[in-house]
């Protein structure tokens, strides 16, 4: 079994910075792409940024320039640093791995989500 715990959402004005922080535990035997998704109620889950395990990555064009996704191998945990944030911005971020089990099959693992609202 494995989860995904993000943490570093919350309230911030516009033009202000967060970092949002996602660990992966359980019987890991190596995560292969870590994500961050988005999704306003209503809406659609959208991708914001991704990054392989070999540290590739792509945005959304609507983050470019502003977010920038990292990952530590080591410690199984992926990054959001969000700067430069806007009104739009607000939205419940969701961290995502694609983790092969020890011993087990390859799954889709979701972290329960965190909030971030931006202030105007």
């Known amino acids: 079994q494995v989860q995904l715990v993000e943490s570093g959402g919350g309230l911030v004005q516009a033009g202000g910075s967060l970092r949002l922080s996602c660990a992966a535990s359980g019987s890991i035997f190596s995560i292969n792409s870590m994500a961050w998704y988005r999704q306003a109620p209503g809406k659609r889950r959208e991708l914001v940024a991704a990054i392989t395990s070999g540290g590739s990555t792509n945005y959304a064009d609507s983050v470019k320039g502003r977010f920038t996704i990292s990952r530590d191998n080591a410690w199984n945990t992926v990054y959001l640093q969000m700067n430069s944030l806007k009104p739009e911005d607000t939205d419940d971020y969701y961290c995502?791995?694609?983790?092969?089990?020890?011993?087990?099959?390859?799954?889709?693992?979701w972290g329960q989500g965190t909030q971030v609202t931006v202030s105007s």
């Open positions: 995502y791995a694609d983790i092969m089990t020890l011993g087990g099959p390859r799954v889709d693992c």
